[in-house]
């Protein structure tokens, strides 16, 4: 029986056996914007949230549109150049930044990239990639987490339009959101064949809610507080019976493809934030010192 097992190639000049010399260049031009314009923020955004002209300005120089195809304003990279992204952003010292840039990049646009008709590519996808219009992407519930078929929101079609009625929690940027991938049931009685996702906006180009949508709380958090996270509420929405993104009746199949990447993502964000406390720690047990020497030279703490 043969196996392919992915090993690093120690002839080449490559010393990852994902990362290239490419993604190291990517990275240490992201690292160096993070630190410079990012990081001296991070505390007043725990107060603040993280303001909108930090992802307009991360468009701006190309850094949402890595692994988007050129033709809708992307660089047509590889998927890793996610995770370079979310490694390089923990530099900001700010977990919510880097949890608000991952629901756009990697939560919101990549299913508008795979599903979208070139119309939603181009009203969502493009100005998605300059950081001009934000998303959110609403699958849970009150009532309904891991179990995302067991969601009650419902999309009924009524003539030319889906009527949207139901609340969402724990929504990422849905307080500033223009628009949402929402995971909703077309057909409450099909099962996992009865949940479809429509891509909408939810506010009109002054900010304001469309009728329908209203954010009910602002969730208060443990962590993560430069991040808004919000219970969203859908009362009698129409819109458009064009907003279903993907097929009608494969929601739930697109969503769970959707959350392979995000939960990769999610990981590596989380990986490189665990580095950068042991870079601190190791730095402070260097400088600090007890009974005359740097504590790091106690044998517990080197340890
Ligand atoms: C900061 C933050 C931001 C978020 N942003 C978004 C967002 O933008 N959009 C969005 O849709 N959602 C978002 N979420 C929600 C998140 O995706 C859910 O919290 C997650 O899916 C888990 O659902 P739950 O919290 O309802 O947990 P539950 O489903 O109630 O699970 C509770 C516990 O039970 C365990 N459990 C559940 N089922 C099983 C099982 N079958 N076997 C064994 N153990 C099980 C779980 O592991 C967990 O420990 C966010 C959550 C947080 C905390």
Known sequence: MSTTVIKPDFETAQKHFI??????????????????????????????????????????????????????????????????????????????????????????????????????KERFLAPGIQGKRIGCLGITEPGAGSDVASIRTTAKLEGDEYVINGSKTFITNAARADFIVLVAKTDPDAGHNGISLLLIDIRDEEGNELPGFSVAQNLEKMGMAASDTCEIAFE????????????????FYHITWELQGERLVAAAGSNAGAERLLETSIEYAKDREAFGRPIGKFQSIRH
């Open 236 to 251: 009698d929405m129409r819109v458009p019976a064009d907003s279903i993104l993907g097929e009608v009746g494969k929601g």
């Open 19 to 120: 990362f290239t010399q490419e993604h190291e260049d990517l990275r240490e031009s992201m690292e160096e914007w993070v630190k410079n314009e990012l990081y001296p923020h991070r505390m007043e955004w725990e107060e603040t949230k993280w303001p909108d002209w930090a992802m307009e300005r991360a468009g701006e120089l190309g850094y949402l549109g890595l692994c988007f195809p050129e033709e809708y304003g992307g660089q047509g990279g590889d998927y890793y150049y996610s995770l370079v992204r979310a490694e390089a952003l923990s530099h900001a010292g700010s977990g919510g930044l880097g949890m608000g840039f991952a629901v756009q990049t990697d939560m919101v646009l990549p299913p508008i990239e795979m599903l979208g008709t070139e119309e939603q």
